[in-house]
Structures are given as structure tokens and as C-alpha cells.
């Protein structure tokens, strides 16, 4: 019993091995991500172009984001980690989101994503790969990259649900 149960173990052990190794081969590519990157900033447009000028500054609790403060966090967010943890250069699109029009939003969104986009082409393999201290924790530069879908994802997504707040349908899902 005792060399069954070692057996088993040994096997699941290797199993579990086989397993991580073929997830590590399933990661994403470079072009991949970059196709992604590209798909995120056209759902955020199609989102923003959704509310109405009107609803524009809509809150669903007074001490939320507004829709268009979540639009300019995702831009702004962006170009924050682009600069501070991918190599992105100094100059950079900005916006004062107090005074902005939706075109002037719409316009710094476009221009956030290009210069994360442009930032994530220039990128070596070998700095892709550094792992970096990042809000205190140690990950690599692709792992820095992912959390700019998964970001933006998560406050378009309260975005949409400001949308269907208001009784807007918001645009549909497109993934790839």
C-alpha cells in the first residue's frame, strides 16, 4: 500500500509538472497582446461615445468616479505605469478632465493607449522578462503589461455599468 500510495503521488506530481509547463508555453504572445491592447482601446472609445453629453459627470455614489473620470483613469493610469515601470518615455499625452470636452477625451484615451502601445513595442524581450518591484510586489514587465488590460478592464466595466445606470445599452463585448 505504502508503494501504491508513492506511486501515486510521484504521479501526481508529475502531472502537476506536465500540466504548468504546458500553461507557461500557453502564455500570451508580443503580438498577441498587442492585438488586445488595441481591441481594449476600441471597446473604451465605443463606451465613452455611448453616454450622453449630459450624463457626462454621472456618479452612482457621491464618493465614486464620475463616467468621465473613469474614462480619464484608465488614460491617465496608463501612461502612469507606461512611464514608471515599462521605459516610457517622458513625453506623454495628458488631460485636465475638469475642463474636457468628450473629443478631448476621447482624443487623450486614444493617445493614452497608443503611447502604452508604443511603449509595449519597445520593449526588449530581455526587459519584458526583468522582474521589477511594482506597489510592492515582484513581477516581471509582461506581468506589468497584463495589469494594463486588466485595469482598464475593470474601470470600463464600471463605466458600463454607469451606462445601464442611466438606461443606456452599452456597446456590445467584442473579444478579439
Not at 65 to 86: C, D
Request: glycine residues 6%; negative net charge.
Amino acid at each position: 500500500m505504502k508503494n501504491f500510495m508513492r506511486l501515486a503521488a510521484a504521479a501526481m506530481f508529475a502531472v502537476a509538472f506536465l500540466l504548468s509547463s504546458l500553461a507557461v508555453e500557453a502564455q500570451t504572445s508580443k503580438d498577441e497582446f498587442l492585438a488586445k491592447f488595441e481591441n481594449s482601446k476600441k471597446f473604451t472609445l465605443d463606451v465613452l461615445a455611448k453616454m450622453p453629453d449630459s450624463e457626462m459627470d454621472y456618479k452612482t455614489d457621491p464618493g465614486a468616479m464620475s463616467f468621465k473620470e473613469q474614462i480619464h483613469h484608465i488614460g491617465t493610469a496608463i501612461v502612469g505605469i507606461s512611464q514608471g515601470f515599462l521605459k516610457g518615455s517622458e513625453t506623454a499625452p495628458s488631460l485636465d478632465v475638469a475642463t474636457a470636452s468628450r473629443a478631448d477625451l476621447a482624443k487623450f484615451v486614444a493617445d493614452a493607449y497608443d503611447y502604452g502601445i508604443a511603449t509595449s513595442k519597445a520593449l526588449s524581450e530581455a526587459d519584458a522578462a526583468e522582474t521589477i518591484e511594482v506597489f510592492g510586489n515582484k513581477v516581471t514587465r509582461r506581468q506589468v503589461e497584463a495589469l494594463l488590460i486588466d485595469h482598464s478592464t475593470h474601470h470600463r466595466g464600471s463605466a458600463i455599468a454607469y451606462l445601464r445606470a442611466k438606461g443606456v445599452e452599452p456597446p456590445a463585448f467584442v473579444g478579439f
